[in-house]
Nanobody
Framework: QVQLVESGGGLVQPGESLTLSCETSGLTLYYTGIGWFRQAPGKEREGVSC??????LYADSVKGRFTISRDNRKNTVALQMNSLKPEDTAVYYCAMVGGGYCSRDPKFYTTWGQGTQVTVSS
Protein backbone atom coordinates (compact mmCIF):
# COMPACT_ATOMS: atom_id res chain seq x y z
CA GLN A 1 0.00 0.00 0.00
CA VAL A 2 1.38 3.37 -1.04
CA GLN A 3 1.69 5.96 1.72
CA LEU A 4 2.96 9.52 1.64
CA VAL A 5 3.71 11.59 4.74
CA GLU A 6 4.72 15.25 4.59
CA SER A 7 6.74 17.08 7.21
CA GLY A 8 8.72 20.28 7.62
CA GLY A 9 6.06 22.95 7.47
CA GLY A 10 6.03 25.91 9.82
CA LEU A 11 5.95 29.66 10.27
CA VAL A 12 8.73 31.71 8.69
CA GLN A 13 9.34 35.33 7.80
CA PRO A 14 9.47 36.62 4.22
CA GLY A 15 12.82 35.91 2.61
CA GLU A 16 13.54 32.89 4.79
CA SER A 17 13.84 29.26 3.71
CA LEU A 18 12.07 26.03 4.56
CA THR A 19 12.50 22.44 3.42
CA LEU A 20 9.54 20.11 3.14
CA SER A 21 9.97 16.35 3.11
CA CYS A 22 7.69 13.68 1.67
CA GLU A 23 8.37 10.24 3.11
CA THR A 24 7.12 7.52 0.78
CA SER A 25 6.49 3.81 1.16
CA GLY A 26 5.07 1.05 -1.02
CA LEU A 27 6.53 2.33 -4.30
CA THR A 28 9.75 2.42 -6.38
CA LEU A 29 10.59 6.03 -5.99
CA TYR A 30 12.86 6.64 -8.99
CA TYR A 31 10.25 5.48 -11.51
CA THR A 32 7.32 7.16 -9.82
CA GLY A 33 6.15 10.68 -10.45
CA ILE A 34 5.93 12.61 -7.17
CA GLY A 35 4.47 16.07 -7.11
CA TRP A 36 4.20 18.88 -4.60
CA PHE A 37 0.97 20.86 -4.54
CA ARG A 38 -0.32 23.69 -2.42
CA GLN A 39 -3.72 25.03 -1.56
CA ALA A 40 -4.41 28.38 0.04
CA PRO A 41 -7.79 29.20 1.63
CA GLY A 42 -10.38 29.92 -1.03
CA LYS A 43 -8.07 28.93 -3.87
CA GLU A 44 -7.74 25.87 -6.07
CA ARG A 45 -5.01 23.33 -5.50
CA GLU A 46 -1.92 24.38 -7.45
CA GLY A 47 0.84 22.16 -8.79
CA VAL A 48 4.15 23.55 -7.50
CA SER A 49 6.69 21.00 -8.67
CA CYS A 50 7.11 17.39 -9.70
CA UNK A 51 9.91 14.89 -10.21
CA UNK A 52 10.00 11.61 -12.11
CA UNK A 53 13.22 9.89 -13.15
CA UNK A 54 15.45 12.71 -14.38
CA UNK A 55 12.58 15.04 -15.16
CA UNK A 56 11.44 17.94 -13.03
CA LEU A 57 8.78 20.59 -13.49
CA TYR A 58 8.15 23.86 -11.65
CA ALA A 59 5.37 26.40 -11.59
CA ASP A 60 6.48 29.78 -12.94
CA SER A 61 5.73 31.33 -9.57
CA VAL A 62 8.42 29.24 -7.82
CA LYS A 63 11.09 28.84 -10.52
CA GLY A 64 14.48 29.89 -9.22
CA ARG A 65 13.27 29.77 -5.60
CA PHE A 66 12.14 26.17 -5.07
CA THR A 67 14.10 23.00 -5.77
CA ILE A 68 12.70 19.47 -5.78
CA SER A 69 14.99 16.53 -5.10
CA ARG A 70 14.79 12.84 -4.38
CA ASP A 71 16.71 10.48 -2.09
CA ASN A 72 16.16 6.97 -3.41
CA ARG A 73 17.82 5.33 -0.42
CA LYS A 74 15.61 7.12 2.10
CA ASN A 75 12.54 7.03 -0.17
CA THR A 76 11.97 10.73 0.34
CA VAL A 77 11.26 13.69 -1.92
CA ALA A 78 12.23 17.11 -0.64
CA LEU A 79 11.09 20.57 -1.63
CA GLN A 80 13.67 23.21 -0.75
CA MET A 81 11.93 26.59 -0.62
CA ASN A 82 14.05 29.74 -0.60
CA SER A 83 13.16 33.43 -0.63
CA LEU A 84 9.71 32.67 0.66
CA LYS A 85 6.94 35.20 0.11
CA PRO A 86 3.62 35.71 1.89
CA GLU A 87 1.86 34.41 -1.21
CA ASP A 88 3.58 31.04 -0.69
CA THR A 89 1.41 30.55 2.39
CA ALA A 90 -0.68 27.40 1.93
CA VAL A 91 -1.10 23.78 2.91
CA TYR A 92 1.47 21.81 0.95
CA TYR A 93 0.77 18.26 -0.17
CA CYS A 94 2.86 15.62 -1.86
CA ALA A 95 1.20 13.14 -4.14
CA MET A 96 1.95 10.18 -6.38
CA VAL A 97 1.03 10.29 -10.05
CA GLY A 98 -0.67 7.24 -11.52
CA GLY A 99 2.22 6.55 -13.90
CA GLY A 100 5.94 7.17 -14.35
CA TYR A 101 5.68 10.74 -15.56
CA CYS A 102 5.55 14.29 -14.28
CA SER A 103 2.59 16.63 -14.26
CA ARG A 104 1.38 19.67 -12.33
CA ASP A 105 -2.24 18.74 -12.92
CA PRO A 106 -3.74 17.20 -9.76
CA LYS A 107 -6.19 15.07 -11.74
CA PHE A 108 -3.38 12.66 -12.66
CA TYR A 109 -2.48 11.96 -9.02
CA THR A 110 -3.93 8.95 -7.25
CA THR A 111 -2.44 9.03 -3.75
CA TRP A 112 -2.04 12.06 -1.48
CA GLY A 113 -0.44 12.87 1.82
CA GLN A 114 -2.22 14.65 4.63
CA GLY A 115 -0.54 18.02 4.02
CA THR A 116 1.69 20.34 6.01
CA GLN A 117 1.03 24.02 6.70
CA VAL A 118 3.49 26.66 5.50
CA THR A 119 2.91 30.21 6.71
CA VAL A 120 5.06 33.11 5.54
CA SER A 121 4.40 36.20 7.60
CA SER A 122 6.25 39.00 9.34
Amino acid sequence: QVQLVESGGGLVQPGESLTLSCETSGLTLYYTGIGWFRQAPGKEREGVSCISGRNTLYADSVKGRFTISRDNRKNTVALQMNSLKPEDTAVYYCAMVGGGYCSRDPKFYTTWGQGTQVTVSS
